[in-house]
DNA sequence: AATACTTTGTGTTGTTTTTACACTTTCATT
DNA sequence: AATGAAAGTGTAAAAACAACACAAAGTATT
């Protein structure tokens, strides 16, 4: 087994967009005593330690690689969380007490937040224990979790303001509505329908494909993608985003 | 003494701003032998470490105090850098040894930037030997403080489009010519005076004085000040910022 | 006292972007 | 053949943006 420094961590918060909610991905936490009996249980955000000589960017990879089996996804560092205090309810020091980790030991945690479709994803991958929770659901988390998921978010919608990442929560290829649907969901808002359209039109790295939605009950939309490549050459340009 | 993490340290990328240029403050770095020869000088950024039980913030604020003598002053938090070999440069290994520090051991350094107005500081304090050095002249520093400061400025120019922190490189009260040729500087652009003005006279968190320029070989310009009262209860109107 | 110098402070016009708003088309289902 | 459901499309009024020049108010110089 690698060995890993035991005061870093990196704490991702793996959001999915299921074209209805935004979710965040959850693990489940169960502490039993020696007999088996269940402590308590309750859930955590993804998270693990940075191996020896591993840099932080390759452990959220590694994590998010080991929970969905994807590569290439979206990934952001956002902020670093290291109170002095953040391990410290009762349940928590239970836990580390039973890993024979010190709790009163700070960890610096590395927060990174990542963005899917929950499409992608087969959550039955490896048989983890993790599920989809949507983010206005998720209830009190283990550590200082509720604090990194709501910074993560605070970052998140931040950023999508600024840059084009909402394609990242969609299948390769989407109509328009469900790339409206992802703004407004994320920011809470409401767009007009030919506003919206006559904005992105204007973006040159949303491709539209030769290739319509198969199968809806109704008349199917045009299908496009994101070029990630006509963005990196062109965002000098753009100036404000959606909205 | 108190005792500090050897693990965690905090590296603030402190921005002063002269009505001419950018700057940041650095801080001499000369290791001698045993006989006073002098094996090396460079610079580093300002950093500490963090003690036991101290909040990262905390240990910030304590690093902006100790250099400027100021306290609440503008600080974000903006990247954590943890790569394995940030402190690996020869001359790094050296001092670190010197220190009597495990060079191998990996350091996590959580970044902040600050900004202030130079006016505000004197550097005399405590007799530190720090300098102001223009973002633009900037050599090649310790570790892997270049990088540091990369980043720090990327950061800085990214919050200063959508957040009003421009008026915290300035002194209190300051000019409308003043505030522009923050922005001119720090995005390096240029702006129309008219058409500027008309663009801050929307933000009703910008407030003018009674109170003018005084000493000055041409009219005098009328001051304003920050609000930051007025603009947490108004920003959720407010969209784009300049540019 | 007059003049030179320097920076402040102000308005209009044409262009672009934003906002508000409704109906027809296309497909699957019954 | 009719129904249901989402796709796709244009226009007009309002707001924001970009480009542009000159008089006013103070200090310094003579």
Not at 117 to 136: A, C, F
Not at 173 to 197: A, C, H, P, W
Request: glycine residues 4%; hydrophobic residues 40%; proline residues 3%.
């Amino acid at each position: 087994m690698v060995k890993y420094s035991d005061y870093i961590s990196v704490d991702c918060v793996i959001f999915g967009f299921d074209f209805e909610k935004l979710n965040v991905l959850l693990v489940d936490r169960t502490l039993s005593d020696a007999k088996g009996n269940e402590l308590f249980t309750d859930m955590t955000l993804t998270g693990n330690h940075i191996y020896e000589g591993e840099t932080i960017q390759a452990a959220a990879d590694r994590i998010l690689f080991d929970l969905t089996g994807l590569k290439n996804i979206y990934l952001e560092q956002f902020r670093t969380f290291a109170h002095p205090d953040r391990l410290n309810k009762e349940n928590d020091r239970k836990w580390l007490l039973h890993d024979n980790r010190d709790p009163d030991k700070r960890i610096v945690s590395i927060g990174y937040f990542a963005l899917l479709s929950t499409q992608k994803v087969t959550l039955e991958w490896k048989g983890r224990n993790v599920k989809w929770v949507p983010v206005d659901e998720v209830g009190e988390l283990a550590f200082d979790h509720n604090l990194i998921l709501s910074e993560a978010l605070k970052a998140m919608r931040s950023t999508i303001l600024h840059e084009p990442i909402g394609f990242e929560l969609l299948p390769t290829k989407f109509t328009l509505s469900q790339l409206q649907k992802v703004y407004e969901i994320i920011l809470d808002t409401g767009f007009d329908k030919r506003n919206f359209r006559k904005k992105v039109s204007r973006m040159s790295y949303l491709m539209p494909l030769d290739e319509k939605q198969k199968g809806v009950a109704h008349k199917p939309a045009r299908l496009y993608m994101f070029s990630r490549e006509v963005y990196e050459n062109t965002k000098k340009e753009i100036l404000n985003f959606i909205v």
